[in-house]
């Protein structure tokens, strides 16, 4: 595998290459996986002391956060595996679980598909990875979020013929993406 010329690109590559090995392992054979889709680590950059970079994989695309600093990572150790870290992006609030691979140490993660079996192309993944971490730093996105919770919180508390927020169709996934359901009898 050819050097990284900066950090960043050492990070990816580091990433590429635990979960490549990870697909060609554990993952081998399991029937969730996408077989047009790739290993591929998305617009890795530093964010507040930590890489931060979307993660493509045959089963998932996930926000991914991995220590920049040895003392990061002694103090990720202390971290109980599987734990919740909330972390605040200009899009909001969002909440990363605690991981660890024997190659690549401690890292975080915060899913935003999982499975990916409804990408038809890797292109199609790299389009959602950039577009979910473009929302990520989207201020506006945060608003529009709390529009969509406020208005959710008025149709649970309305009478029952109303949609629940369920039923409306808006999932995590697409407020991340900025969707939201069409209106009822549009097309």
Same mark, same amino acid.
């Given at each position: 595998m050819p050097e990284a010329r900066d950090p960043a690109q050492a990070v990816s590559a580091r990433l590429e290459a635990t979960f $490549? /090995? %990870?697909l060609a392992t554990r993952m081998d054979g399991v029937?969730? +996986?996408?077989s047009r889709i790739e290993v591929? $680590? %998305?617009g890795t950059r530093e964010w507040n002391g930590h890489w931060l970079t979307v993660l493509i994989t045959p089963w998932f695309i996930n926000l991914m956060l991995l220590p920049e600093t040895e003392e990061q990572r002694e103090a990720? #150790?202390? +971290?109980a595996l599987g734990s919740s870290v909330p972390y605040i992006f200009p899009a909001g609030r *969002?909440? *990363?679980l605690v991981g660890e691979d024997g190659e690549l140490g401690r890292y975080q993660m915060c899913s935003l598909f999982s499975p990916v079996l409804e990408f038809e192309s890797h292109e &199609? $993944?790299? %389009? &959602?990875a950039n577009a979910a971490l473009e929302a990520l730093f989207?201020? #506006? &996105? =945060? =608003?529009a979020n709390a529009k969509e919770t =406020? /208005?959710?919180a008025a149709q649970a508390s309305a009478p029952a013929s109303s949609p629940s927020p369920a039923a409306s169709g808006v999932s995590r996934r697409g407020l991340i993406m900025g969707k939201v359901a069409p209106e009822k009898g549009s097309v």
């Open positions: $490549a /090995k %990870i029937p969730i +996986l996408n591929e $680590a %998305i990720w #150790g202390k +971290l *969002f909440a *990363f &199609a $993944a790299r %389009i &959602a989207d201020a #506006g &996105a =945060d =608003d =406020d /208005k959710a």
